[in-house]
């Protein structure tokens, strides 16, 4: 990683790049840090960490959720809508020939596409946001009333919204790396960053506190080390291709593989497992329900922050199972294995062993479902068990949210395709060099 750095630097094309995607995410940071007027800070910060997803949504937006700032939304909604644009491309026929068929233009047509969609879905959650932040008190009226207050905020946060959007897209284009990544990267890294002053005031207050921090740093360490192990862990599937005479030409005779990754859909299980869990909780904050009979019911057996134990077993079992569907969701949508066979046989290809056709996608299939099963299992374990870990270390010396496993797996997978963008910039600079 250094060595690759130290190259990147040497080359003044890739030294531009490196300073724009800085400068950008330097801007990005800065609107962190613009509050929006009407809001009771501290009382936002409460009910930000009494919430698993929104704990989750305020890390990923470098506490500008918790702090009401003009990035309080970050880049989520234009997630949100990439998603869903790739959902709607598999079952809208039109949208998928676009994709497939469209080339450079049907790309360009579908991501306007998604940006609309992204605007459509800033709207909604802020107006929920912001509904949700009355009922709870902390909109304070600030222009008079608060329905003011409600319409001025949620002109600001869309607008902010819009703007990240803009910045992860520049990002793309004229840095290295993907924007969106790089910015829930550095949202991520910021977060933990800000507890770590509250960190050493309480080890100058009790010195054997530095005890707990070493043993959370141990199990940071190892969880990283788990999740880099396990990002780059994958089943290589041979695929030899037949020797074929064209003219007085030979093709074909060589043998290759098909990479299928053990963790193929990243953190984006835990994420639409969290989202799926606290949609519940977040309905009855937005329309008052809390004291009802279902949503008091709700809020003791089925959230972690109940007054009950059985609620916190539950809820992390339901987390584990959606984990596990959504692990099995995403990996269809990105490996078909119907689509694999029939370009291996049209291009004269076979697995060794497996007759072509329907066998061969059934092989696929299967081989592929094992290996969703263990990304799943390692999705739901990183998900439940570091959690308690760091509640049990952490909570003594304020690092208890400031780590999160899910976002030590988004950095480190983040961190390595950055690396990856860097040297195939190096190697492509290489190469023109190269063949002057």
């Not at 450079?104 to 802020?126: F, W």
């Not at 608060?146 to 284009?173: D, H, K, Q, Y």
């Not at 790089?182 to 960190?199: H, N």
Request: charged content about 10%; proline content about 3%.
């Amino acid at each position: 990683m250094f060595e690759t750095l130290k190259n990147a630097f040497a080359t003044k094309e890739i030294r531009i790049k490196i300073f724009a995607t800085l400068g950008l995410l330097l801007a990005y940071r800065l609107g962190c840090f613009i509050p929006i007027p009407g809001f009771d800070v501290t009382a936002l910060k409460e009910m930000t960490a009494e919430s698993e997803f929104l704990s989750l949504l305020s890390t990923i937006t470098g506490g500008s959720l918790s702090q009401g700032t003009l990035f309080a939304l970050g880049i989520i909604p234009f997630i949100n809508a990439f998603i869903i644009m790739q959902l709607l491309t598999l079952i809208i026929p039109k949208l998928e020939k676009l994709s497939k068929e469209g080339g450079e233009e049907g790309r360009a047509k579908i991501t306007q596409i998604t940006r609309y969609v992204a605007l459509g879905l800033a709207a909604v959650q802020a107006v929920g946001i912001m509904i949700s932040w009355n009922n709870s008190g902390i909109i304070l009226p600030t222009f008079g009333q608060n329905w003011v207050t409600i319409v001025f905020a949620t002109i600001i946060l869309v607008g902010g919204s819009v703007l990240v959007m803009w910045l992860s897209e520049r990002i793309t284009e004229y840095g290295i790396g993907n924007g969106t990544s790089l910015i829930i990267f550095i949202g991520i890294l910021s977060t933990a960053a800000a507890s770590l002053p509250a960190t050493f005031d309480y080890i100058g207050n009790d010195v054997n506190l530095i005890w707990n921090l070493i043993g959370f740093l141990i199990i940071v360490f190892l969880i990283f080390v788990l999740i880099v192990f396990v990002d780059g862990a994958e089943r290589r599937i041979t695929v030899q291709y037949a020797k074929q005479v064209k003219g007085n030409k030979m093709y074909g005779g060589q043998t290759t593989h098909i990479p299928i990754r053990v963790n193929s859909s990243g953190v984006m299980p835990i994420i639409f497992a969290s989202a799926f869990m606290s949609f519940p909780s977040m309905i009855m904050q937005m329309f008052g329900w809390e004291t009802s009979g279902f949503g008091v019911w709700y809020l003791t057996y089925l959230t972690p922050f109940g007054n009950n134990a059985i609620g916190s077993v539950v809820y992390y079992l339901f987390m584990v199972l959606l984990i596990i569907f959504f692990a099995y969701f995403y990996a269809q949508i990105q490996f078909n294995p119907e689509d694999v066979s029939r370009n291996i046989q049209q291009y004269g290809g076979f697995l060794p062993g497996i007759r072509p056709g329907k066998p061969t996608s059934d092989y696929l299939k299967k081989i592929s479902n094992r290996i969703t099963l263990f990304g799943a299992i390692f999705l739901g374990f990183i998900a439940v068990v570091p959690t308690f870990l760091f509640d049990l270390i952490g909570s003594s010396i304020g690092l208890a949210s400031a780590f999160s496993a899910t976002g030590l797996l988004i950095v480190v997978s983040v961190a390595l395709e950055f690396n990856k963008q860097l040297e195939a910039q190096i190697m492509m600079r290489h190469y023109k060099g190269f063949l002057k």
